[in-house]
């Protein structure tokens, strides 16, 4: 810092020093010891905030990729209808891609997005919206990020809209069922024969 009073330097302040100075004795005087005392305080945190910042800075930059974290809410209309908002936020580099996917596969146009805007911190928030009417509520529907953080496409769930059962979880449980419906009717026709007895089996 250099103070000037018509072009004239009356002080400094270094982080060599880390003490405000005046350059002349009048100068001093005119400003007194407490007020040179007050701003050398004000510089000491100017100072370590400043380096702070620093330091925050050089942890981004000194880092390829900062993945997103992603949230997605849901909220009922006057109209009745649902308006899904997907937000990504803290990610770095900026570019990213948002889009919506319904039942995993379609991939569907979003109805509002915010861009994608700049953090204090120098990473980056997107927000995306897609509508949704009641008639379409029986389909699952969730935001699909793709960010170079990301080994993969990231898909998050619209709240209580669970994914897909995979192929071979669906049709283990298929499996499950039709064997647990085969063996109660095995166990039904051996109890009626068990209950009509040896004398209903000989009369037929």
Known sequence: MVARLDDVQIANYSSDTREVRATHEWAEQA???EYLQEKTQEFWTYEEDSKGGIR????????TDVPPEVSVS???TPDSSIILSCR???FHPRPIH???VRDGEDILAEMDSSGILPNADGTYYTQSSLEISLQQDG???ACRVEHSSLGEPTLVWAPGKKGPLPPGVLAAIVLAVLVLAGAVGAGVVLWRGKSAGPYALAAT
Not at 56 to 63: C, I
């Open 88 to 90: 990504a936020r803290g």
């Open 56 to 63: 925050r800075w050089m942890q981004l930059h000194n880092q």
């Open 139 to 141: 389909h699952r529907y």
């Open 31 to 33: 400003l007194g010891a």
């Open 74 to 76: 849901c909220r009922d």
């Open 98 to 100: 948002v889009s919506w």
